[in-house]
């Protein structure tokens, strides 16, 4: 794909790998379907089918190829009719806004051919290219603004255990990227799935939302990766609704979400929020959307930028409101470069429920590994560091990188909630006044030295 002059970097080598995979997948479900699904029926025109154009004895190649699927496919697949079945609409959002990036005909057929290769029918063979498209996806964070769109591994795998879904849980994520939370809780949730029954329980509670066409399309093949027939993500935007507007119905038992932060929505979106929430720093708006979504005794885990904790103004009033109607009882504070390259910003992880206020603060500092000063795309955050949280989550004690702080204090702070550690470098050694200034002026002489040195040897 890199010797083709249409596809330019990495995202949409990425985007015009997966919507091939997206039709190969479809075509090879097409069986399983069939006998599973009553009267079901293709909704993909026979010629348009990727066993009739892509391979066999009709296959297309080179200009043919490249005419075939910018004036036939993509047109006929971005109109097609939702109301034929649920697939119907899982192929129409897949196509309305992806595009084709190849020119080169003899390329694209390689492409295909590669492609073609994998059964997904066959369970190991599935298995092993989950794996693969993990590391597809991982890709994107060294593929520009494209990197908010994935969440390393560990950390959703980590708040997932945490948050410990169950089946019959409604779970959402409102901002879903590529789908990294809600596939790790179908991993979580399968365990106890036993039968068809359970299945269709956990294909039906499983709700993603994304703004973002290739996001959009990364997250319902990843699904479909994960055995789900129809993906419920949706294309949407859910700050463009106004606040008033959410019925209890719409509430869900979990939210798991990395909302984008750094971005500001478009002009008017903040004026779907009450006036003391408009902001249009994106992930302030979710946060408060998301203590709106939560049923009463429900859990969330969100990944926010430093920034919300210190931030004043309106993110006061959200915190107030978040505090007062949540439990936020554990940040996990997360050390600078988790989310390199993308972005170096630190970051937090809120733990909270919904149905009481919160009456103390519990924070853990998340440590680097040992000899390591910084995470790169070659030593990312590994799951199993995030053991020394889940050993300390069962039976909490306050040290160095654990600390309690009560409400009391939080508000005395107006709800600053960048608090660091009481402990850290606390020491049981008292020193008097005079002792203090006696050291203080053997440092300094030791300074002075050392100055006097340097400058003689440039000299």
């Not at 505090?323 to 997360?334: A, G, P, Q, S, Y």
């Not at 519990?362 to 199993?384: A, D, G, V």
């Amino acid at each position: 794909m890199r010797k083709d002059t249409g596809v330019d970097g990495d995202a949409q080598r990425i985007s015009q790998i997966v919507w091939m995979l997206f039709m190969k997948i479809f075509s090879d479900k097409e069986t399983e379907w069939k006998n599973s699904i009553k009267n079901y029926e293709n909704p993909i025109p026979i010629k348009l089918r990727w066993q009739n154009w892509a391979v066999g004895p009709k296959s297309l190649d080179g200009d043919l190829l490249i005419e075939f699927i910018n004036l036939k496919l993509f047109p006929r697949l971005k109109k097609l009719d939702v109301t034929a079945n649920d697939q119907s609409s899982v192929v129409r959002s897949v196509f309305e806004d992806t595009y084709n990036y190849m020119k080169n005909g003899n390329l694209f057929k390689q492409v295909i051919n590669e492609i073609d290769k994998i059964d997904f029918t066959n369970s190991s063979q599935n298995h092993v290219f989950n794996d693969i498209y993990e590391n597809i996806l991982k890709e994107l964070q060294s593929a520009g603004s494209s990197g908010e769109y994935y969440t390393p591994r560990a950390i959703t795998q980590f708040m997932v255990e945490i948050v410990e879904p169950k089946l019959g849980d409604y779970i959402l994520d409102p901002a879903c990227g590529t789908g990294g939370f809600l596939t790790c809780s179908i991993d979580q949730i399968r365990k106890n799935v036993k039968n068809e029954k359970d299945l269709k329980i956990l294909q039906r509670t499983i709700q993603g939302v994304e703004k973002k066409p290739l996001p959009h399309l990364l997250c319902t093949t990843n699904l479909m990766l994960h055995g789900f027939d129809v993906p419920n993500i949706r294309r949407d935007n859910l700050l463009t609704k106004p606040f008033s507007k959410w019925s209890k119905q719409e509430q869900v038992d979990i939210v798991l979400s990395n909302p984008p932060f750094g971005g500001a929505e478009e002009n008017g979106v903040e004026n779907n929020f009450p006036s003391e929430y408009r902001t249009k720093e994106t992930s302030d708006l979710f946060l408060i959307l998301i203590v709106k979504l939560l049923k009463n005794n429900g859990k969330a885990a969100v990944v926010l930028p430093d920034g919300f904790l210190f931030g004043d103004g309106v993110r006061t009033r959200i915190k107030e409101e978040l505090l007062e109607k949540c439990n936020l009882h554990t940040i996990v504070r997360l050390p600078q470069g988790v989310f390199n390259p993308y972005t170096s910003i630190k970051t937090n992880i809120l733990f909270f429920d919904k149905g009481s206020s919160t009456k103390d603060v519990w924070y853990f500092e998340h440590p680097y590994p040992e000899n390591q000063k910084n995470y790169n795309r070659s030593r990312p955050i590994t799951l199993e560091e995030f053991q020394l949280e889940k050993t300390w989550w069962v039976q909490r004690e306050e040290r160095d990188n654990a600390w309690k702080v009560s409400i009391k204090d939080i508000k005395a702070r107006n709800y600053n909630l960048d608090i660091s550690s009481p402990y850290f470098g606390e020491s049981d050694e008292k020193l008097s006044n005079k002792e203090i200034f006696k050291r203080l002026e053997k440092s300094l002489d030791a300074t002075k030295n050392l100055i006097q040195k340097l400058k003689s040897e440039f000299e």
